[in-house]
Structure formats: structure tokens, C-alpha cells
């Protein structure tokens, strides 16, 4: 970027690091007369960069409103810059609805490795006609661009050296952050996600070498939240808010209610499970009144099973792990789970629940080394006071 260009978010920072506002306040306005400079974040309109990507336009803020009716729009989202000076582009895909309605936003890719949650998203757009539609649906595909790009679950970092920053500890972000990382986050929630929601949802899967079950994971005390997942045709909820910085507990911070369906295994279309979140999401469409339609499968279809926290059974030993349980089984407390041998085969480890519940989650890379979470169990905890023997789950056991 020349420095005639320089945006207003160069501008802020620049000004910290050189402690000269009168200099730069000069160059700021010189770039107003650009066509790139981004709008402030005050501003609401959309923002078209002038570029185009493959025959996609790009805009670096959306407004909804601003998009013609009874239309697909396929834009790219510029993201935060990289240090060869491009920047990432996000792929946003805008049904905008013939009839005014709720605007929904569909979410996937915070994780790099997450492709049934990115596939789930795309069958939904593909199933809506927006000349029959009330309101919007917004889907953004690929967030964490540079880790969808390695298929890997975290975004590689060059702070310090090679690094790997977790997007999903990352939200809201913040445009003048600390990393890029923060600073992607920060763009797309400004200037994208929060000024075009209603409603949210954010898809995840399990993670490279932890294969989940179709489960649910939200907070059953936001109304919206549990209505949204009682139309869900899966077995497992999680009835948690989870962690600060995830995205879905952004968007419930600012008002928007949000929660994580979790699509099954990491790296792969698991097109049985992507199934069922489709049906589940257009159900939620259709209850919001943003398409019409009869009504799929529910939660009650499936009986789900909700549990409120989850048993994170932790490897002792290294070696070879072999499960004596499967996903969605239901397990009693003192089952045997999984065992671990050494390279001779003798085994060094007998793994047991100490809680019943559900196998929610399972490592699926077969070696171990100790400190890993091989499983985790999702069990109901009355008004969550811990049991004897029984530690809540910790950040390193939360699966997606
Ligand atoms: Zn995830």
C-alpha cells in the first residue's frame, strides 16, 4: 500500500507508534480524497474497495440493506493485511430476501480443519431462493483464512517467530489488536457480522485427531438459543456458554443471540451429519419466518440428550490408544473407555469414566502421549456443583 493510500486504521496505529498526530493528520486527509480508504467504523454504509477477485466484487464493511432484493450477492470481505502487504479475503455470500424479515448469519472456518462445518453452510445457501424469501441470510464461509489454507485448526502467526493463534479465543477481536489474528477478528465483526445480525449461528467441528458426535453447544437460558436448538435433528447438546472469545459468545454479548453446532469430524465432508445440520438450519428458517416450508426433524425426533458439563478423560501414559466405546454411547460411571498400550504391546493404562453420561468426543489419532484428552463424556450435573472425583471440564478439554 503507498502511503497516499493509507487507511484510517494505518492512521490510528501509525499515530501511536510515532506519537505525531500533526504529520499524519495531514496524510489522513489526503487519503479522503482516495477511493480506498476504509469509512470509519461509525459509518454503516457498504464499502466497495474498487477491487475485484475472480469476478467478486470486494467490500471492506457490508450493509445488507444496500444489497438489491430478491438476490444471491457473492462478495469477498477484506480482511486484515498480510506482511507481504495483500490482505486476506473472506468469502460472504448474501441471500437478500424479496420481503423484509429477520437477518440471520451462518458462520464456519474460524478453524482451519473444520470442512463439514464450511460444507453445511454452502448446502443451506444452496437451498434458499431469495425471490421467495422474508428477511436475510448471510454466510460467511472461510474466517480464518490462512488456517483454512494450511487445514489446520489455528491461524499461523509470525509475531514471534512461527506461531499458531487460536481465532476462536480471539473474539471480538480488535481492529488495532496485538496480532493479526485479533485484527482480522476485529474487521469482520465491526464492519461485517455484528451490524448485519439478527441472529447468528457458528459452525465448528471436532479438531484434527478428536472426532466429535453431532452435538450442540449454547447457553439453553438465552430463549432464542434453545428454540434455536430444539430444531435441530441431533443427539447431544452441551448446555454451556462456553469460553470468553469464542465467536458465538460475541455475538450474545452485543445482543445477537448465537451458538455452535459441532458437524462431526475434523477434515472431512461428513455428508450424513451435514445433512442433518442442514435440515436443523432450515427448520430454524422456517420458524423465524425467513422461508416457508413444512418442518423437518427436531431435537424431539432425535431425543436429545442435554447435559450441562462434560468429563475430559486425560491420557496418563504414551502409547497406543484402543477404545471400548463408541460416539453417542451411553456410558455408566466406572465403564471402561479405552486402554493404552506401549510399544510392546503390554498395557500401561486402563482409561474409565467416572460419571455416566454420553461419549460425546474421542481421539481419533491412535497414539498418545501423556496429558491429552483421549475423551470426553457429556453427563448432567445438578445446578453444576462438582462431584467427588469429578473435575469440570478445562479449556484444553473443550473439543471444538
Ligand atoms: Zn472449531
Excluded at 506401549?342 to 502421549?369: P, Q
Excluded at 453444576?384 to 478445562?394: A, E, K, R
Aim: proline share 5%; net charge negative; aromatic share 8%.
Amino acid at each position: 500500500m503507498s502511503r497516499n493510500k493509507i487507511d484510517r486504521r494505518d492512521f490510528m496505529s501509525s499515530s501511536i507508534a510515532a506519537g505525531s498526530s500533526v504529520l499524519l493528520a495531514g496524510e489522513a486527509g489526503a487519503a479522503g480524497s482516495e477511493k480506498n480508504v476504509e469509512p470509519p467504523s461509525s459509518e454503516t454504509a457498504t464499502a466497495y474497495t474498487g477491487e475485484t477477485i475472480q469476478g467478486k466484487k470486494v467490500v471492506s464493511r457490508l450493509n445488507v440493506d444496500d444489497l438489491e432484493v430478491g438476490q444471491k450477492h457473492f462478495l469477498y470481505f477484506r480482511g486484515v493485511e498480510m506482511s507481504g502487504g495483500q490482505h486476506w479475503y473472506v468469502s460472504v455470500v448474501v441471500a437478500k430476501g424479496g420481503r423484509s424479515g429477520k437477518r440471520f448469519t451462518l458462520t464456519s472456518g474460524v478453524h482451519g480443519d473444520e470442512m463439514s462445518s464450511i460444507r453445511t453452510v454452502q448446502t443451506v445457501m444452496d437451498r434458499l431462493d431469495p425471490t421467495q424469501m422474508s428477511g436475510t441470510v448471510m454466510a460467511v464461509l472461510d474466517i480464518a483464512r490462512p488456517a483454512v489454507e494450511g487445514m489446520q485448526r489455528r491461524w499461523p502467526n509470525s509475531g514471534r517467530g512461527a506461531d499458531l493463534i487460536d481465532m476462536n479465543r480471539e473474539w471480538p477481536g480488535d481492529e488495532n489488536g496485538a496480532s493479526a489474528t485479533s485484527r482480522h477478528a476485529g474487521l469482520l465483526f465491526n464492519r461485517l457480522l455484528k451490524p448485519n445480525s439478527d441472529l447468528a449461528i457458528d459452525f465448528h467441528t471436532g479438531t484434527t485427531g478428536l472426532e466429535v458426535a453431532a452435538f450442540l453447544i449454547g447457553d439453553r437460558r438465552l430463549p432464542d438459543v434453545k428454540t434455536m436448538a430444539e430444531l435441530y435433528p441431533v443427539g447431544l447438546m452441551w448446555d454451556d456458554p462456553a469460553y470468553p472469545g469464542v465467536l458465538h459468545n460475541a455475538f450474545v454479548d452485543v445482543g445477537i443471540p448465537c451458538f455452535t453446532p459441532e458437524v462431526g469430524a475434523a477434515r472431512v465432508l461428513d455428508r450424513d451429519m451435514i445433512a442433518l445440520f442442514v435440515e436443523g438450519t432450515l427448520n430454524i428458517l422456517k420458524h423465524y419466518g425467513v422461508i416457508s416450508g413444512p418442518m423437518g426433524r427436531t431435537a424431539n425426533d432425535a431425543s436429545m440428550y442435554i447435559g450441562n458439563a462434560a468429563f475430559p478423560i486425560i491420557a496418563t501414559h504414551g502409547g497406543l490408544v484402543e477404545f471400548h466405546a463408541k460416539l453417542d454411547d451411553d456410558v455408566k460411571a466406572g465403564q471402561k473407555i479405552a486402554v493404552q498400550r506401549n510399544m510392546f504391546g503390554e498395557i500401561v493404562a486402563e482409561y474409565t469414566t467416572a460419571v455416566g453420561g454420553k461419549l460425546a468426543a474421542y481421539r481419533t489419532d491412535a497414539s498418545s502421549d501423556p496429558g491429552n484428552v483421549l475423551a470426553f463424556i457429556l453427563f448432567s450435573q445438578p445446578n453444576s456443583v462438582p462431584q467427588d472425583g469429578v473435575h469440570p471440564y478445562s479449556e484444553k478439554s473443550y473439543p471444538e
